[in-house]
């Protein structure tokens, strides 16, 4: 039996039951610990449980108690699509399971709050073999709330950097609106690539995510009555707020979500249709008679360079597409 992927190539994770959120930290103003490693760990149990579960069941309201963001968002629509597309549950996929975790949890002021957990697990990557680590993310807006998971990625083990640390052993995170002296500050990082995506300008490194990605859309040529459009847009990030810890090196890890819709409309009375996947057709509204639109969201990990190191570029590290809508016209 397969072991599932993550949201964009296959699945995410799941959990059973609610997250504990019971470290009752105000931190409005206070700069405190997000959480504590043993709380970190409960929170990790509890997600692996509930997503499994949530993913076996098709249970959509089980997931939304522990995911958000665009991990929430892409793993709602994945469930919806096998709900469709497998009605009695017959390809039930492995349940994940993880080990050798290590959690990286800053000490901020204000919310949202985050830590960070890199894990070894039964996940593979989409492309290529050999060890590898899932990162999650988790989050919370208030001390009221729950943890919850808004952002996952599988990467190479060796891709995985050391992370500064302050003398009480806490990662340091760099703020959402704050560059800190890298090229490019978290909470840019989405506009910046979608706007990268458009004009080939920017600070990003060659890579399937961006050279490739560009070269790949120059090769779909309009054809005679037919043609397919792309539009990138940079996410909301009081909805899909991104996060970055610091590197020992000084650069920065970066988790960030952008949205991608693809467009594909032929001629009237030439006698073909868009081509609808058995993934769109799930959630297709509409009939798709002369154009079909998707629409996707893409949870992406970055390594963004310290300004010293600009020619470095940003690395693409993770990036996963999760089909969340398609409409017919």
Not at 14 to 20: A, E, I, N, P, Y
Not at 73 to 100: F, N, W
Not at 261 to 288: S, Y
Request: with cysteine; aromatic share 6%.
């Amino acid at each position: 039996m397969k072991t599932r992927v993550l949201a964009a190539a296959v699945s995410t994770v799941v959990l059973t039951g609610t997250l504990s959120g019971c470290m009752t930290v105000h931190g409005q103003n206070a700069v405190v610990p997000a959480t504590t490693e043993a709380e970190a760990q409960k929170v990790l149990d509890k997600y692996v449980a509930a997503a499994n579960k949530a993913f076996t069941q098709h249970d959509l309201k089980l997931n939304a108690t522990v995911e958000r963001g665009a991990l929430g968002e892409g793993s709602q629509a994945y469930i919806r699509t096998l709900r469709a597309l497998d009605p009695e549950r017959k390809q039930t996929p492995q349940p994940v399971k993880v080990k050798d975790s290590k959690f990286h949890i800053p000490q901020q002021a204000g919310w949202p709050k985050f830590f960070v957990v890199d894990t070894a697990s039964n996940v593979e990557q989409s492309a290529g073999s050999g060890e590898n680590r899932l990162l999650l993310a988790f989050t919370r807006q208030s001390a009221d709330e729950r943890w919850k998971a808004s952002y996952q990625a599988v990467v190479a083990a060796g891709d995985v950097p050391e992370f500064a640390e302050d003398e009480d052993g806490h990662a340091d995170d760099v703020p959402m609106n704050e560059d800190g002296g890298l090229i490019t500050a978290p909470g840019d990082l989405s506009k910046a690539y979608t706007s990268y995506l458009g004009s080939g300008e920017g600070d990003f490194a060659d890579g399937p995510q961006t050279t490739g990605k560009r070269e790949k859309r120059a090769k779909v040529k309009p054809r005679k009555g037919a043609r397919t459009e792309f539009a990138d847009l940079a996410a909301n990030n009081k909805i899909y707020a991104p996060f970055a810890l610091r590197t020992r090196s000084g650069d920065a890890l970066a988790f960030f979500t952008m949205h991608q819709h693809t467009k594909q409309t032929v001629a009237p009375n030439i006698g073909i249709r868009p081509p609808v996947r058995p993934g769109a057709k799930a959630l297709l509204e509409g009939e798709a008679k002369l154009s079909l639109t998707e629409v996707f969201v893409l949870q992406q990990l970055v390594r963004v360079p310290t300004v010293e190191n600009r020619s470095n570029g940003i690395v693409f590290l993770s990036q996963t597409a999760q089909r969340t809508a398609a409409k017919g016209e």
